[in-house]
């Protein structure tokens, strides 16, 4: 059971990593991750299979990661790029507003998820 789960741990590992780039600045590192992230987690799947060793821990562990790398993670990453924009494009002053909305927005996403 260790493989596929080492390497869902790895792609929580890789997304925990976008939201770290995404807050300083390095979105590009940070689109990587996410998509390592997505990489990895299509292979953990698979490799248990393959293995014949699946788990239910296993099978919680990927819904854990799958909530966290495509649900907040992606939101996080956006909300730190809008975060950096001129602020030159927001609709009303001091853009407190904007990212109120933003914030809500991108809460809205991850409860979706």
């Known amino acids: 059971w260790s493989l596929p789960s080492a ?13 770290r780039f995404a807050a300083e600045g390095g979105f ?9 992230a ?6 953990d799947g698979h490799v248990a299979r393959y293995l014949d060793a699946c788990t239910k821990l296993g099978f919680e562990l ?5 909530c966290a790398n495509f649900g907040v993670v ?13 602020t ?3 609709r009303f002053d001091g853009c407190s507003v ?15 998820c």
């Open 7 to 19: 390497l869902t741990l790895g792609a929580l590992v890789s997304g925990l990593s976008a939201v």
């Open 28 to 36: 590009d590192a940070a689109v990587v991750c996410v998509m390592a």
């Open 38 to 43: 997505a990489i990895l987690d299509g292979l």
């Open 62 to 66: 990927d819904s854990l990661c799958d």
């Open 74 to 86: 992606p939101s996080l990453v956006v909300y730190f790029w809008a975060r950096s924009l001129p």
């Open 88 to 90: 030159t494009e927001c």
């Open 98 to 112: 904007d990212h109120g909305l933003l914030w809500v927005a991108c809460c809205a996403y991850t409860s979706c």
